[in-house]
Structures are given as structure tokens and as C-alpha cells.
């Protein structure tokens, strides 16, 4: 008896502490943050899909910024494909949006845009660099940058109209 | 593409950052993350050495639990050739593995740096040894120690009413006088 209820205390001690730790993390966000949040977004400078010049972050100063990790093989971009565009038009004058492409062909993202409509350029990112700068896991990941050129969200997945104007609100923008 | 020819040529030279005739700093030059190259410029068999050893223990964010040197992502092929052309302009080991963290975090670790809450992770195997040794140390003492009759055999007896017999088979197999334990050794019943 006295031997059992010692080792009941040595198992309860090495148990407790990881069913604590279960318990805690229950619930919890358990995505990965970016590092980047908070800090001046990484520079770059990328050749638009279908030609002309090069557009980085210099270019995106003086406004809040969105920019848009996708590709067209990626069925969730599809989805934000419409957000994106309508938001984009309508923000016109008040925020740049940019899409990157993500692993995927420049004839490809000229086609999508024909067939579904652009009204922001989507920038070629062949050797990845932007991505890997950005720390993408996949597509669709998008960043919300202020007026000062600082990231100041990451958004996950597909965007919905009110998550584009609640991130917006974080960079800065009012309804 | 030119501006990638433009970046690994400058890479190659081991330039710092900011010559690019621009206002802004060269497009993702790793100097304003980790700092002016640390090592000597790698190349040759030193830098294929150099560049899988640092793949491998870099995560490939898209896979599950896989290395950028295991993976056959073209994310992980992308993030392995930054790795080379990082090496070959002179960024050591660790510059190298904190330009990757610096985007995506500690996770693209596969070994947690020793900092912080990373202790245990290190310290717990070596602890669960040595405990587990102690344990087993212990356990081979008591079972080894010298001079101790059987326990079984000093053991109290359950039963009172078998008590006369038990002692009586303890005083024929022992010898003991009375089927008890003989004095000098009585005090260190069980």
C-alpha cells in the first residue's frame, strides 16, 4: 500500500504537468504568428504578370497596403478573388493592393485575369524569394501593411468582405 | 530576372546591402536582417557540405515534418538555393538559419536553439536519464544487499491463528529458535 501510493505521487508528478499543458492549450490559436507582424515589410521589387515596371515596396509608401499571396491553382483564391477585386476598386486612391504569384506561370495568371476580372497588378515571384521573405506556408496568405510601410496583420486563408474591412480597419482605414 | 542576376551576383561578391543605386535597400538582401557576412565565402564541396547540413535542420514549411533537404517542394528547392547562394557570399551557419526565422518564425528550426523554454527540451532527455538511472541504481541496491534473509520468510504473519505453524516451518528451515528471526538482525524487520 505504502509503495503503490508512492508511485501513484511519481506518476501524478510526471503526468500533471503535460495533462496541464493539454488543458491549457485547449482552445487555443495554435496557428503559427508571423514574426514579421509589427516590424517594416520586406523589400521588393517584381515585374507585374503581362509586363510593365517593376512594382515594390517603395511604391506602396504613403498608404496602407494589401498584399496578396495567391495562385491560380489554389481553389480558396478563388473564392477571395472576388473580395479582393471589389475591395480593390472601391478602395481605389486609398489603398494599393498587390497580389504575389505563388509558384505558378505568368500565361496562367494573365488567362485567370482575363477570365475573372483584375483590378490590381499580380506580381511575378519566380525563384520565390517574396514568398520566402514573407514566410508563406501556402496560399492564400495575405499581409495588411500601414501607411509607413510596417505589416501590421497577417491574414490566413480565404478573405471575406468583412475580414478585408476588419484587417483594413487595423491598417489605418476607415469605412 | 535581371534583378535576380543582379542579387546573386552581388551575393557572389559578398556586398553588403544598400549599393544598389536606390533609396530603398537592395530587394530582400539578407545584410539588413542578419548583419554583414560573418565567414569566409564557401564553394566547391565545402559548399554543398555547408548547404545540406543547413537544409537539414531547416523546416520546410509545406511538408509535415520534413527538412528543406528532404523536401522536393519547389519552395523548399527555392528556400535550399538561398541557402547555397547565403553561403557562397559568406553568411555563415546560424546567418543563415536566422534569415529563415526572421520570416517565418522559430518553427523553420528543426532544432529549437538552446534559449529560453528550448532548455528543457534539451535537458529534459538527459534529466529522465538520470533519474531513471537512480531509480534503477537503487532498485539493484536494496535487491543486492548482503546478509538480508528472504523477506518473505521475516514477514509478519497475516493470520494469528496460522501464526503457531508458520513459525514452527521458519524454525525447522532456518534454524531460528522459536521460528524468529535471531536478535541481531530482528531490529531491521520489514
Known amino acids: ?175 | 530576372m535581371k534583378r535576380a542576376a543582379v542579387l546573386v551576383a552581388l551575393l557572389a561578391a559578398g556586398a553588403p546591402g544598400g549599393v544598389l543605386a536606390q533609396d530603398a535597400p537592395a530587394p530582400l538582401d539578407p545584410a539588413p536582417i542578419v548583419g554583414a557576412p560573418k565567414g569566409p565565402p564557401l564553394a566547391g564541396a565545402a559548399l554543398d557540405a555547408a548547404t545540406h547540413e543547413v537544409a537539414a535542420v531547416l523546416r520546410c514549411p509545406v511538408c509535415q515534418g520534413l527538412s528543406v533537404a528532404d523536401s522536393p517542394t519547389d519552395l523548399a528547392r527555392n528556400m535550399k538555393r538561398q541557402v547555397r547562394e547565403m553561403l557562397a557570399a559568406g553568411y555563415d551557419r546560424e546567418q543563415a538559419l536566422a534569415y529563415f526565422e526572421a520570416s517565418y518564425g522559430e518553427f523553420v528550426r528543426l532544432q529549437p536553439p538552446l534559449r529560453g523554454v528550448n532548455w528543457l527540451v534539451w535537458a529534459a532527455p538527459a534529466l529522465g536519464l538520470l533519474a531513471g538511472g537512480f531509480v534503477v541504481a537503487r532498485a539493484l541496491r536494496r535487491s543486492a544487499a548482503p546478509g538480508e534473509p528472504r523477506t518473505v520468510a521475516a514477514a509478519p504473519v497475516d493470520d494469528p491463528a496460522l501464526e503457531p505453524y508458520l513459525l514452527r516451518v521458519r524454525e525447522l528451515a532456518y534454524g531460528w529458535p522459536g521460528g524468529r528471526r535471531p536478535a541481531p538482525t530482528a531490529d531491521r524487520q520489514e
Open chain 1, 1 to 175: 500500500m505504502k509503495l503503490n501510493r508512492r508511485i501513484l505521487g511519481v506518476g501524478a508528478v510526471l503526468t500533471l504537468p503535460l495533462v496541464g499543458v493539454l488543458v491549457a492549450a485547449l482552445g487555443r490559436d495554435l496557428t503559427v504568428r508571423s514574426p514579421l507582424v509589427g516590424r517594416a515589410a520586406p523589400a521588393f521589387s517584381l515585374v507585374p504578370a503581362g509586363g510593365g515596371a517593376p512594382i515594390g515596396t517603395a511604391d506602396l509608401r504613403g498608404k496602407p497596403a494589401v498584399v496578396n499571396f495567391w495562385a491560380t491553382w489554389c481553389v480558396p483564391c478563388y473564392q477571395e478573388h472576388g473580395v479582393l477585386t471589389r475591395g480593390a476598386a472601391e478602395l481605389r486612391g486609398r489603398v494599393t493592393f498587390v497580389g504575389v504569384v505563388y509558384e505558378d506561370s505568368e500565361e496562367n495568371v494573365t488567362r485567370f485575369a482575363r477570365e475573372q476580372g483584375a483590378s490590381y497588378p499580380s506580381l511575378l515571384d519566380p525563384d520565390g524569394r517574396t514568398a520566402i521573405a514573407y514566410g508563406i506556408f501556402g496560399v492564400p496568405e495575405t499581409y495588411f501593411l500601414d501607411a509607413n510601410g510596417t505589416i501590421v496583420s497577417k491574414y490566413v486563408g480565404p478573405l471575406s468582405e468583412a475580414r478585408l474591412a476588419f484587417e483594413l480597419e487595423k491598417a489605418g482605414v476607415r469605412r
